[in-house]
């Protein structure tokens, strides 16, 4: 328990909301969505005014926030590489879901801070920034779904590097899917994503046609981990024309 | 306690007779991108080690000019006594383990010729039955052999302890934790020098001197193992 | 470690007609060995070497522990004194809870120097957090093959915990495939005490046998990793630490026996057309079935050692 910062009592629960009807995307979603179709998304970029660029994502109830700062000079140690590096940074918000977090940064979301790099890193041109270190810090102020609240920071991150103007070959965008017995659902809900029994993850250049980044869990037969791929590729251009639309907006 | 670790007929919990050294086994290179390897097993206790380097150190600061430097990093499996421990590299008995290991090494390892560099000794304890250290040591002197780094003389290590009376060679788990007042030391066979002595418990004067005349009677016996084991791998071909 | 431009250059090449360094095909694997059982003080143990290359031992332990894993911090400690002070009578309805009746497996990787040569310390963490963190998410759930449910001792409080510690002793490439080739040979090998439980009044009791034990359920459904690197415009398995370096981008396909994906992972700082990827996938499948058949006939040969008796060589 963190002491400093929070002056309640010792020992306290967390109220138990009552048990939600479960889900079955099979048939139908609680939102009203097609198996094959995503939230809805709001974009802006410029929202944190000292950063070099940052920019705001909201995809349904998702709230994620990422500011860019860099390019800067490398610490001592790796300053005598050719190459830039880039360092991300992903971060639940205290009170961005259903439970409390803490402020350290626990093995979740070590681990999505590392995909949030390997995602972003084969777009950006770091052969231009030699000696140079370009952060980006993800903030996500609401959670509906962890695999797709990382999708949108996937994507608010590029959206965000575009704006603080570091050069890229495209703009990376990300979608994330759930499967449902035979069925795959695109964009699953923190509620969806308590029944699934499988997941994927695939951040997508969608100019260049390349993947950036993949992961799936559960275990699934071939073919559908294919079409769940194929899926979510065209979830990634769909999502391009917004976030490409926004930076035109600028 | 101590009456317990000596039956009436003069044998040990294990069936040793006192002055009596574990089943020795040992394996010369095993691994294919160390530079030199080892595998120890006293009885019970199993010990791997490996060394890598001469090599140029990664960082500046960490070389000296006239000498190379030994790094030793000793580790203990977490499945590797019956409680499962999970220990962290930070951990201040690994540490010191770690230390002791590398000033037993510095003296006999010709550091001067080869200045501005480094030598990684890497020590991975797989099962654990007592006289951890000592195996470490005699794995790791197997290991800067097989890696051909230039050494004074074998380093040759043996514990003993005292209990009921009489001096005991080479303790097993059983015999350190009952508290038995132990000893570890490192000598070189050919000179008959020390070079560690360990001991963290309290024995009379009147024994020390039979505590370590077996000990260092201990250490003669496994340099002759070791000393076989160094001239069976030499003979075995191995692929480059 | 650094490669130069010409070396690169000759490996990409070769890679692209289909010859490498070592005379192997772009799917050949290298020779590897396996062996269970060394480690007498573990549940279950296997090392796996690949030929001149990698070698890994992994440990199993299995201990009893509080289903919900909690551990030593405050808060934790401050949640379960809670929990009793909530009584017994919850315990039937919090065991119908879906995640109340389950164990867990825990894996930790470490280090040997021996990835020093190509890699620097922060990296070497690195990578041993990540692969942690995949061999966790792959083994703990019910893709991972294990039968989490016959683990659980009683439901809503106790279960087996079954640590798997893995130890990368030698840095030869290829390190991932070759940890789940000896995480699964360890899973294989292990043996759980058999525990009884007991109920009296609603209260539990639970007896450990000390000689009964069995074997873990599923444990022929645990996945294998399949890493395809592509270099060029081609691609290949079990790549050298030499070939590592010349590829932009790497897939891990986890695949059990029954020829289903159980994950997916890509690493490196390249990126990949979707058809390759899906070709990757689709190679990967295919290699990673057959793999996982040529290691259960490793396997059973090894059970059937130990049944009868004949020791494991181990290291010596």
């Known amino acids: 328990m963190d002491r ?3 002056a309640g009592p010792e020992k306290s629960v967390v109220p138990l909301p009552a048990p939600a009807p479960p889900v079955n995307p099979q048939t139908a979603r609680p939102d009203k969505r097609r198996r094959d179709q995503i939230r809805s998304l709001y974009t802006k970029t410029g929202s944190v005014t000292q950063a070099n660029g940052s920019a705001y994502v909201e995809a ?22 050719n190459t830039g590096t880039l360092q991300c940074d992903f971060k639940y918000a205290p009170f961005s879901g259903g439970k409390r977090r803490g402020y350290a940064k626990d093995d979740q979301e070590k681990e999505f801070s590392l995909v949030l790099e390997q995602a972003l890193t084969p777009a950006v041109r770091l052969e231009q920034y030699p000696k140079s270190t370009i952060q980006a810090f993800v903030l996500v102020l609401e959670n509906d779904g962890s695999l797709a609240s990382l999708a949108a920071a996937i994507s608010c991150a590029a959206l965000a590097l575009a704006n603080a103007g570091i050069e890229m ?9 759930g499967y449902f017995g035979s069925a795959v659902c695109l964009d699953p809900t923190l509620d969806e994503e308590a029944v699934q029994s499988g997941a994927v993850l695939l951040s997508y250049m969608p100019v260049l046609n390349e993947v950036t980044h993949l992961i799936q869990t559960g275990e699934i037969a071939p073919a559908q981990c294919v079409q769940a791929v194929e899926l979510c590729i065209g979830a990634c251009s769909q999502i391009h024309t917004v976030t490409q639309e926004a930076l035109l907006a600028e | 306690m101590s009456r317990e670790l000596l039956a009436p007929e003069g044998l040990r919990v294990d069936g040793r007779r006192p002055p009596e050294l574990r089943r020795l086994l040992t394996r010369v290179g095993l691994f294919a991108v160390a530079d030199g390897s080892a595998y120890v097993e006293l009885g019970n206790t199993k010990c791997l080690a490996a060394v890598y380097g001469p090599k140029e150190p990664r960082t500046q600061s960490a070389q000296l000019h006239d000498r190379a430097v030994i790094n030793v990093e000793y580790n203990v499996a977490s499945f590797s006594s019956g409680e499962r421990k999970s220990r962290t590299r930070r951990d201040k008995r690994l540490l010191e383990i770690a230390s002791v290991i590398k000033r037993t090494f510095e003296p006999v390892v010709m550091t001067a010729t080869f200045p501005r560099s480094e030598i990684d000794i890497y020590i991975q304890i797989l099962q654990l039955d007592g006289g951890a250290l000592h195996a470490a040591i005699n794995a790791s002197c197997l290991a800067m052999i097989d890696a051909g780094i230039p050494m004074s003389d074998y380093v040759v290590a043996c514990s003993a302890g005292f209990a009921s009376g009489t001096a005991l060679l080479d303790l097993n788990y059983i015999e350190e934790s009952a508290e038995t007042p132990a000893l570890t030391v490192a000598m070189l066979p050919k000179s008959g020098k020390l070079t560690m002595l360990n001991m963290e418990s309290r024995l009379h004067l009147d024994h020390f001197k039979d505590v370590l005349d077996l000990a260092t009677e201990g250490c003669k016996s496994l340099a002759e193992s070791l000393d076989e084991a160094v001239r069976k791998a030499c003979k075995t071909p191995r692929p480059i | 470690m650094l490669i130069g431009a010409s070396e690169r250059d000759f490996i990409t090449k070769g890679v692209e007609s289909g010859i490498r360094a070592d005379g192997r095909g772009p799917l050949d694997f290298r020779q590897f060995f396996l062996e269970t059982g060394m480690i007498t003080q573990a549940s279950g143990s296997c090392r796996a070497t690949i030929d001149f290359g990698t070698d890994v031992l992994a440990g199993v332990k299995v201990q009893v522990g509080d289903i919900e894993g909690r551990v030593d911090s405050d808060e934790a400690q401050a949640d379960g004194a809670m929990v009793e002070d909530a009584g017994a009578g919850d315990d039937a309805e919090t065991g119908a809870q879906s995640r109340g009746n389950v164990g867990r497996v825990v894996c930790t990787v470490e280090c040997s120097p021996a990835a020093k040569s190509v890699l620097d ?37 106790t279960c087996w915990v079954v640590n798997v510690d893995v130890l990368i002793l030698d840095y030869g490439g290829n390190v991932l495939d070759t940890i789940f080739m000896a995480v699964r040979g360890a899973l294989h090998n292990t043996r759980l005490p058999k525990a ?35 270099i060029g415009t081609s691609r290949i398995v079990d790549s050298t630490p030499l070939e590592a370096l010349c590829s932009a981008a790497q897939v891990t396909v ?25 070709d990757m996938i689709e190679t990967g499948v295919k290699l990673g079935t057959e793999l996982a058949e040529k290691l259960d006939a490793v396997l059973d040969r090894e059970e059937r050692d130990r049944l009868s008796h004949i020791e494991p060589t181990g290291f010596r």
């Open chain 1, 4 to 6: 400093k910062r929070i």
């Open chain 1, 60 to 81: 349904g109830n998702i709230k994620v926030l990422c500011a860019v700062y860099g390019p800067r000079q490398s610490s001592s140690k790796n300053s005598s590489s």
């Open chain 1, 169 to 177: 070959n495209d703009l990376v965008t990300a979608c994330a899917a």
């Open chain 3, 121 to 157: 310390a922060r990296e070497v963490d690195d990578m041993c957090n990540e692969y942690s963190q995949i061999l966790t998410r792959t083994l703990n759930g019910p893709h991972g093959g294990l039968d989490l449910q016959k683990l659980c001792i009683i439901p809503g409080s």
């Open chain 3, 196 to 230: 009884t439980v007991e109920q009296t009044d609603g209260h539990f009791e639970f007896d450990i046998s000390d000689d009964e034990t069995e074997i873990l359920a599923g444990r022929e459904s645990v996945p294998v990793a399949m890493t395809l690197s592509k």
């Open chain 3, 254 to 278: 986890f695949v059990n026996r029954a020829g289903n994906v159980c994950g997916l992972q890509k690493s490196g700082k390249g990126s990949l057309e979707p058809s390759i990827l899906i």
